[in-house]
């Protein structure tokens, strides 16, 4: 069974930073790619940035290329979002989940992390 435990999430000003973290079980966690995605009210979720299996390859969604990092610990089984120069934009539910072109309706999802930015 899937478990996704994001946390790291928290309220700052913008220009702030967070450091968001996924502890994931249940599955090969180093084989896999990762992604984190996020979510606001009446809007879809969309993807903010994502790893290959062995942390060589990373890909970011243009609303936050430069300013977001994406990394994971395959010993720890675990994904970080590094976030820096937070805008009240990315202010959002965020989640991580494996990035393996299942339909987001069709995954298992974590209860997520907030961030809230604050002009």
């Known amino acids: 069974q899937v478990q996704l435990v994001e946390s790291g999430g928290g309220s700052v000003q913008a220009g702030g930073s967070l450091r968001l973290s996924c502890a994931a079980s249940?599955?090969?966690?180093?084989?896999?790619?990762m992604a984190w995605y996020r979510q606001t009210p009446g809007k879809d979720r969309e993807v903010v940035a994502g790893?290959?299996?062995?942390?060589?390859?990373?890909y970011y969604a243009n609303s936050v290329k430069g300013r977001f990092t994406i990394s994971r610990d395959n010993a720890k089984n675990t994904v970080v979002l590094q976030m820096n120069s937070l805008k009240p934009e990315d202010t959002a539910i965020y989640y991580c989940n494996y990035d393996d072109g299942v339909p987001y309706s069709r995954k298992s999802w974590g209860q997520g992390t907030q961030v809230t930015v604050s002009s």
């Open positions: 249940g599955r090969t966690f180093r084989f896999n790619d």
């Open positions: 790893i290959r299996w062995s942390g060589e390859n990373t």
